[in-house]
């Protein structure tokens, strides 16, 4: 055992340390003399820097650009240190520092510049937005314009990049000069809706068709009319209710789907809404007719920008008086025929409500029901409705029918 | 002693795999916990050693449950998939079982007979059946089953103290704890306890001559011999408990359970809940329950006297909550974490070589002798028939629990989600299942998409799913107000977890999403409807995790492996030579305890028989009872509630037949009206509870007062319903009410509507969207926007409107601060606003500040439930200023505007009017918006109303409102400085696009009304249409 102890012991003492380097010392007599270098070139082409090192040592080149730096090294020809760096790692324009070093003493330093390749244009690239604006000339896309080299280096200032904008009906043709490798113009809506087409170009390089809606602007009073069957008040029919073409204030349709808010007002004071949505400009609205009669005024409302003339409409009752007929015992009541306008059965679904009191006046039950081929029935049995007076209460369509009945037990059973 | 194989074994191994191995195949999936398993399966599959999993609950470690049949159905889905390594661990967990169950009749009995009558018991055992086929409890059953295996080796151990066998039993131990926490733990108290007494009173035995001679003394002196032995093995299976999932235990600790408890089904009182009392008493206990004095006669003999006790213990707390002994116990915290069905799982199989035994004498031992001596042969024939019959009916009648009574939904088609996860970069958000049931696992585990939901509860991190008793978001409509409490938080406030698809198989929750401003994207292949949310940002490309030591991982995916790589290599030798009989090994030491079976005592059969006609009449009490129930005519209350449950469960023909039939309604009349009726209450309502006053009632007639609460997923609804009652012939029945006889004015007519369509993406690619297909956002403005305090409560109010001419989903968020410009809450609307706009529609909102139910006040938890209940969030300083900020997004959708306000009535306090749907879709929910309006037009409050009946195409329905005491509200402030539209401040936008804004437009449309604290309402009306055409 103690043998393990002894090799494990050995192993781990032997398995710490340092290497140890010596470093390499920087001659004392190095000099160094710039043979050749470059100031500028345009993308695409390679940059080669001679240096004359006296010293007996191998210099490497560190190129600083935008995505980091590289590291060259030489090809050396006695003294003359010959770096050649490839077209492909400076194609992007701009200033590129450089600086030569041996063993981390930095000898030179210098930098050169790379030009966008001007004569390659090969495309603008283009923002345009917002994508849709309103009419009136007030509002506007901003068109953004990036031409850029094949290198997708953004052209010199002063590039000049020619707009064109086609509205309404005509094409419009616009320069203008980059400035930072950049240019933008604000496109302004004209007073009609519709749409704006634009695309730039420079250098004979043409950019894709770019487009803004216009969409038109703030909606300006309009006229309402109404629609119906007949004037009676049958709870039945429908009113329509319809706006002309709403336009804006430069004379455009109002867009698709704007809302208009039909708000009526009965004569009671309660006000009843209805709403639509526009097409081509014109909104419909439909409400029923009301159950008794009313007189409606009614106004239309593109709420903060517009609204329309009040339209008044009357309705009149639709049923007359009706018959109650109770059976012997008063314990069935028979509510009808209710007739219509023009003596017809009333349409089914007239609600009718019975209201049951004692002969106190207290009120005790409420029965609702719907009209049927004219006719609405209650049955008031016995076992809910002991014998005794009482006072009822039948509406139906706004009118009101009271009686004294005396409630008596059914004599067949 | 029999030689060569036993048959019986063979017998039970071959029918057990054959039964059990070919029905997983259709009950595995559908139980309630199998797919877990998978889900946890495919996350080892896809990063063994990285314990922490994104796509539950935020993210989640999957170091909260033993990993070791996870890790194995892992790695045999390399072989074959997910399903094929579920369904070959299933296998051999039926293996284990068999097996085990074997050997533990083995031990107890020392006759290889009843060892195999036992095994063929634990074959048919109702409580396998559930455990497996119903419940799914993989890794219960392997630990369980090895368990049993294990306590041989722990026999022979304590007994012989050859170190062989410490060695075994040790290393199924670790097995068992890497397969399950809970039963080794509880493993040890009930079944490793009683084996060490059973081992002490064995060595006793030899010493004494018979067990009459052994007293306490003896027992004690063995128990001395012994105590090395014990401690050892007690101490080195502590240490292998605690190492083998180390990583777990830390994570308990460190993430402890502190969440509300989910109520279980197995701690209800079993006579109030007879649907527990019957999945989690009766099918565990099945036949067993008419044997119960024989085996306690069995336990309560000397020798197995610990065993005795133990199962006493388990008898006991296996009851759950009928009796108050198991929570006294257990203690409170106890009692609510553990599922107290499992003491049942254990009684029952413990119980297992009683039973073996108890067959065996009465198949061909003593006791057919003795039953066939005193009662005849034809009578123990019949009672023979008696329990076969009895097992197989539970045998079959358990297996067809999931057939009659699914837990689970139907079956989905995933594939459909998958690929559409997939596309589009869906999956940069989250998403959330509504109405998937357990299979949200399996979906979960297809796709690398994230959810807020998950399925293993003890896992679940958010404090809205902590402090509420819900497993899941996705069954939240059966966890009532507590889970559609959460889930509403989870809607409303999407963007907090990235939300934005919803999945949804349930068309109960499609109210709550349409309101909380959700829309239907589309409806995938398999019926599922896919819902989205607009204005939601993506995940972050980064996502915060726990991350834990790296030893811990390398523990957590090493060790589960490999304890059952080493107990394979130690008990495989064993194995081989009992199986293939190759070398004979020597007679083992629980063999020499068997005992003789002759002579059985003649009042063992006279109790037994006592007690199995005791359960019998408690059987039948039980189905007289049910049959008395449902006995729905007998009394005006019976038939009320017999109607409404049949109303409440859609059985439309059963609710028919209550109806009075002199007043005949015919059935075909009665179903279309009934179907024709859509709305809140019809279509999307669950009832809750109803309570039922007769008035007036005479001999033949009654007036009913119904007060009826019925859960929808927006709010509780209460409903006071009138019924007359007749009785005829004996029989009670309803009359029917009066029809509604109303008839639309036209047959056919037509309707003009602007529709939108919006591309997506123009421009097919694989990348972002290109920005020449991305929409302007609509521009919208506030009109006003208050800050008021109302009852105690703090609200933004206001007035928006769509000011672009493009359609508008708007989002608001408002967040309240402090005079120190401290922020205190943020929120974002509900259902109080139109979330879709038409160009120049305008919309009241209101924001209330909701804060996570609950959390303050863990015991104020209300009994019953209600979806509305509402939290206010406890601010700890007074707000004095908000912020508001605005969303709109591009709506194509759900712009229906045919919904009308007609006839209206106003008194003091109540309006009363008629919705008329003026359009061509049926508006299934309308919500009434109502606004408050002081003397000068100004907003001074908002208020809703859901109206409860759906609105048909040309049809009326009445409504009505009560009007709000609003004279006490306060408003703090209703600055427009900090609103934000799209960004961007509100009052640019108001002077840019309407410059010239005619204020009195929304004055001028307000209805004049003389109320506390307003002078004005405004109505406005949001319709959900259930069904779109």
Redesign the interface.
């Known amino acids: 055992m103690g043998r393990y102890i002894f090799i494990g012991l050995c192993f781990v003492l032997f398995s710490c340390g340092e290497e140890v380097k010596t470093p390499a010392a920087v001659p004392n007599d190095l000099s160094t003399t710039i043979l050749n270098s470059t100031e500028t070139i345009v993308a695409g082409e390679t940059v080669t820097l001679e240096f004359d090192i006296r010293g007996g040592v191998e210099p490497i080149l560190i190129l600083e650009k935008s995505f980091g730096p590289l590291l060259f090294h030489p090809k050396m020809n006695d003294s003359v240190a010959t770096f050649s760096i490839p077209a492909s790692h400076i194609q992007q324009s701009g200033v590129y520092n450089w600086q030569l070093t041996v063993l981390s003493k930095l000898l030179e330093v210098g930098e050169f510049k790379v030009l966008p390749k001007t004569e390659k244009t090969v495309g603008i690239e283009t923002?345009f937005?917002?994508?849709?604006i309103?009419a009136g000339g007030?509002?506007f896309s901003m068109l953004f314009m990036v031409p850029v080299d094949i290198y997708d280096n953004p052209l010199p200032d002063g590039t000049v990049v020619s707009i064109n904008k086609q509205m309404d009906q005509e094409v419009k043709v616009i320069t203008a000069l980059t400035k930072n490798g950049y240019v933008w113009k604000n496109l302004f809506s004209s007073e009609r809706a519709g749409r704006m087409l634009v695309n730039t170009s420079t250098n004979n390089i043409h950019s894709k068709e770019?487009t803004s809606m216009i969409?038109?602007s703030?909606?300006v009073d309009f006229k309402i009319t109404y629609n119906r069957v007949h004037d009676f008040a049958d709870g039945?029919?429908?009113v329509i209710f319809k706006t002309d073409q709403i336009k804006d204030r430069f004379g455009n349709t109002?867009?698709?789907?704007?809302?208009v808010?039909f708000?009526i007002e009965?004569d009671k004071?309660?006000?009843?809404?209805?709403?639509?949505?526009?097409?081509d400009g014109v909104a419909?609205?439909?409400?029923?007719h009301?159950?008794e009669a009313s007189d409606w005024r009614v106004?239309a409302?593109?709420?903060?920008?517009?609204?329309s003339n009040d339209a008044t409409l009357s309705f009149r009752t639709a049923v007359g008086d009706f018959e109650v007929q109770f059976s012997e015992n008063n314990r069935f009541v028979r509510v009808g025929p209710i007739l219509g306008f023009m003596d017809q059965l009333v349409?089914?679904?007239l609600l009718i409500t019975l209201e049951v009191y004692d002969k106190n006046g207290k009120f005790i039950e409420k029965a609702?029901?719907?009209?049927?081929k004219g006719i609405g029935l209650f049955d008031m049995?016995e076992?809910?409705f002991p014998n005794d007076d009482y006072k009822i209460k039948l509406t139906a369509a706004g009118i009101q029918r009271e009686f004294q009945v005396a409630l008596t037990s059914d004599e067949l059973e | 002693m029999m030689k060569g194989t036993n048959v019986l074994l063979v017998v039970a191994l071959f029918v057990g795999v054959a039964f059990h191995g070919s029905s997983i195949f259709f009950t595995l999936e559908s139980t309630y916990d199998a797919l877990i398993h998978l889900f946890f399966a495919d996350h080892y599959a896809n990063s063994w050693f990285e314990p922490w999993d994104y796509r539950w609950y935020t993210g989640f470690t999957v170091q909260g449950y033993p990993p070791l049949v996870h890790q194995l159905i892992g790695i045999l889905s390399y072989i074959g998939g997910l399903k094929f390594g579920l369904f070959t661990v299933g296998m051999l967990a039926i293996l284990l079982y068999v097996t085990g169950a074997y050997r533990f009749g083995l031990l107890m009995s020392g006759d290889k007979k009843v060892a195999g009558y036992t095994a063929i018991l634990a074959v048919f055992s109702s409580t396998f059946i559930e455990t497996l086929h119903i419940f799914g409890q993989l890794p219960s059953i392997s630990a369980l089953s090895i368990l049993l295996h294990s306590m041989t080796e722990i026999y022979l151990w304590l007994k012989t103290g050859k170190r062989r066998y410490f060695f075994t039993s040790l290393s199924l131990i670790a097995v068992t704890v890497t397969s399950h926490h809970v039963t080794p733990i509880f493993g040890m108290v009930f079944f490793i306890f009683p084996l060490i007494g059973m081992v002490v009173m064995d060595v006793s035995r030899d010493k004494v001559d018979s067990y009459q001679n052994l007293t306490f003394k003896v027992f004690w002196q063995s128990f001395r011999q012994l105590f090395w032995r014990i401690v050892s093995f007690g101490f080195f299976s502590l240490i292998l408990i605690v190492t083998c999932i180390l990583p777990y235990w830390i994570n308990s600790k460190k993430n402890p359970i502190t969440q509300v408890p989910i109520p279980h089904g197995s701690r209800d009182n079993f006579l109030e809940v007879t649907s527990s009392g019957l999945v989690f008493f009766m099918i565990p206990w099945g036949i067993l329950l008419f044997v119960l004095p024989y085996i306690f006669y069995r336990f309560y003999s000397k020798r197995f006297l610990f065993f005795g006790l133990s199962m006493t213990m388990l008898t006991i707390l296996g009851t759950g909550g009928t009796t108050p002994i198991p929570l006294k116990l257990l203690g409170e915290t106890a009692f609510n974490i553990l599922t107290l069905d499992r003491f049942t799982l254990w009684a029952t199989i413990m119980a297992l070589p009683i039973f073996g035994e108890f067959a065996y004498r009465m198949v061909e031992g003593d006791i057919k002798q003795k039953i066939q001596n005193k009662f005849g042969s034809v009578y123990h024939r019949i009672l023979g028939g008696f329990l076969a019959g009895g097992i197989l009916f539970m045998v079959i009648f358990t297996m067809s629990l999931g057939y009659f009574r699914p837990s689970q939904p139907q079956k989905i088609n995933m594939l459909p989600i998958v690929n559409f996860l997939n596309q589009d970069q869906h999956d940069r958000w989250r998403y959330l299942p509504l109405g998937f049931g357990d299979q949200m696992a399996w979906l979960s585990a297809q796709t690398k998409a994230m959810t807020v939901d998950g399925n293993y509860h003890s896992a679940r991190r958010l404090p809205e799913l902590t402090t509420r008793a819900i497993e899941r978001l996705e069954n939240s409509k059966f966890r009532g107000v507590e889970g559609i409490g959460s889930l509403q938080q989870f809607l409303t406030v999407p963007e907090k977890y990235n939300l934005k698809y919803i999945f949804s198989n349930d068309k109960f929750y499609d109210p709550l999403l349409y309101f909380c401003g959700w829309q239907r994207l589309q409806q995938l292949e398999n019926g599922i409807m896919v819902w989205e949310k607009l204005n939601v940002p993506p995940m972050p490309a980064i996502l915060p995790k726990d991350d834990v030591p790296k030893w811990s991982k390398i523990m957590w995916g090493t060790i589960p492996i490999l304890t059952v790589l080493i107990a394979f290599f130690i008990n495989i030798q064993m194995l081989w030579i009992r199986v293939l009989k190759s070398r004979k090994i020597p007679i083992a030491d629980y063999f020499k305890y068997k005992v003789s079976y002759s002579k059985f005592p003649g009042v063992v059969i006279v109790v037994n028989h006592i007690w199995a006609l005791i359960v019998l009449v408690c059987l039948g009490f039980g189905f007289y009872t049910f049959y008395m129930h449902n006995a729905s005519q007998r009394s005006p209350e019976n038939v009320i509630t017999a109607y409404y449950n049949a109303l409440d469960f859609k059985e439309f023909e059963t609710a028919h037949s209550f109806l009075d039939k002199e007043k005949e309604v015919p059935i075909a009349q009665y179903m279309l009206e009934v179907s024709v009726t859509d709305g809140i209450l019809s279509s999307y309502a669950k009832l809750d509870a109803m309570s039922i006053e007769i008035t007036n009632e005479t001999d033949n007639g009654a007036k009913a007062v119904v007060e009826t609460d019925w859960v929808t997923p927006l709010e509780r609804v209460h409903r006071t319903y009138y019924h007359d009652l007749v009785k005829r012939k004996g029989d009670w029945f309803i009359q029917p009410s009066y029809l509604d006889t109303d008839i639309p004015p036209d047959q056919l007519f037509s309707d003009n509507a602007t529709k939108f369509y919006n591309h997506g993406r123009r421009r097919i690619t694989t990348q972002q969207t290109h920005h020449e297909d991305v929409l302007k956002q609509p521009v919208l403005e506030v009109l006003s926007a208050k800050l008021v305090r109302y009852n105690g409560q703090y609200s933004v109010i206001g007035e928006l409107q769509n000011v672009d001419n493009l359609p508008a989903d708007v989002v608001i968020k408002a967040t309240l601060y402090n005079d120190d410009d401290k922020e205190l809450a943020n929120y974002d609307a509900k259902y109080h606003m139109k979330h879709k706009l038409m160009p120049m529609e305008t919309t009241s909102f209101k924001i209330n500040f909701e804060g996570i139910a609950w959390s303050q006040t863990k015991d104020t938890i209300p009994p019953t439930f209600n979806p509305d209940e509402f939290t206010p969030i406890e601010l700890e300083e007074q707000p004095t200023k908000f912020n508001l900020q605005c969303a709109g997004n591009v709506a194509n959708t759900d712009l229906y505007k045919g919904l009308t306000l007609q006839s209206l009535d106003i008194e003091d306090c109540e309006v009363v009017g008629e919705l008329y749907n003026s359009g061509i879709q049926e508006v299934t929910i309308p919500l009434l918006l109502a606004s408050y309006y002081d003397e000068e037009k100004k907003l001074v409050w908002v208020d809703h109303k859901f109206v409860q009946e759906g609105v048909r195409v040309q049809r009326k329905q009445p409504f009505s409102y009560d009007f709000l005491n609003v004279a006490s509200l306060k408003i703090i402030n209703s600055s427009l400085k900090n609103c934000f539209v799209n960004g961007l401040p509100n009052t640019s936008i108001a002077e840019k696009v309407i410059p010239n804004r005619q204020e009195g437009h929304v004055g001028e449309q307000l209805q004049p009304v003389n109320g506390d604290g307003f002078e004005f309402v405004k109505f406005e009306l949001n319709s959900y249409i259930g069904n779109p055409k």
């Open positions: 923002y937005g917002p994508r849709s309103r007030d509002d770019l969409s038109p703030n909606s039945n029919q429908v109002v867009s698709d789907g704007t809302l808010n708000s009965e004071g309660t006000i009843l809404k209805t709403k639509g949505s526009t097409i419909t609205g439909r409400i029923l009301p159950t106004t409302y593109i709420t903060g920008e517009a609204k349409p089914d679904g609702t029901t719907n009209s049927s049995e076992r809910f």
